[in-house]
T-cell receptor, first 114, second 113 residues
């Protein structure tokens, strides 16, 4: 099955700095890569996603890049703010019989200090 | 976006009792519901996938008889933790997909004492 590795596990930055989180996946059939932000005790919220036919996508301060050949994708947050502090999960969607499943990375705890 | 409503948000139960968690899709039909378990400071681990009108598919290592899943309608899936023990204490969360996007329930914090 799919295996998703995520690094780093924790990331501390100063407000205004950029943050980069990297993920790799193993299943070449994976075709959709969402990123989620999860605050303590709450449900994951989709912040950005990218499909396998696209190399880069940007939404204001957040961007995601995908390298299908190398099987890795990255989340970039620019001009970080304290409210960006949360756990971020990457995921890879792989076909599985009649449906698709998401496999999650282990998460990155991002701490943005004022 | 689509809404998945999960109840209860938290529950405390005695060891040996059973607990039922419900997930409802409020504005779409959830043919498939995914059930995850999340330990503190860890990732979401897929436990099982339920399909409306058929038996659930469990991930390796997940006990079918302990985690009973029912998906009787297109808008409701339930997870029952039977004979709960303290090691079952965790955050359980459901999710359904609309097109490719996943929508999560609020999660249920289960504490077994």
């Amino acid at each position: 099955g799919e295996n998703v590795e995520q690094h780093p596990s924790t990331l501390s930055v100063q407000e205004g700095d950029s943050a980069v989180i990297k993920c790799t996946y193993s299943d070449s059939a994976s075709n959709y890569f969402p990123w989620y932000k999860q605050e303590l005790g709450k449900r994951p919220q989709l912040i950005i996603d990218i499909r396998s036919n696209v190399g880069e996508k940007k939404d204001q301060r957040i961007a995601v890049t995908l390298n299908k050949t190398a099987k890795h994708f990255s989340l970039h947050i620019t001009e970080t703010q304290p409210e960006d502090s949360a756990v971020y999960f990457c995921a890879a969607n792989s076909p599985r019989g009649g449906y698709s499943t998401l496999t999650f990375g282990k998460g990155t705890m991002l701490l943005v200090s004022p | 976006g689509a809404v998945v409503s999960q109840h209860p948000s938290w529950v405390i139960c005695k060891s040996g009792t059973s607990v039922k968690i419900e997930c409802r899709s409020l504005d779409f039909q959830a043919t498939t519901m995914f059930w995850y378990r999340q330990f503190p400071k860890q990732s979401l681990m897929l436990m099982a996938t339920s399909n409306e009108g058929s038996k659930a598919t469990y991930e390796q290592g997940v006990e079918k008889d302990k985690f009973l899943i029912n998906h009787a309608s297109l808008t409701l899936s339930t997870l029952t933790v039977t004979s709960a023990h303290p090691e079952d204490s965790s955050f359980y969360i459901c999710s359904s997909r609309l097109n490719t996007e996943a929508f999560f329930g609020q999660g249920t914090r289960l504490t077994v004492v």
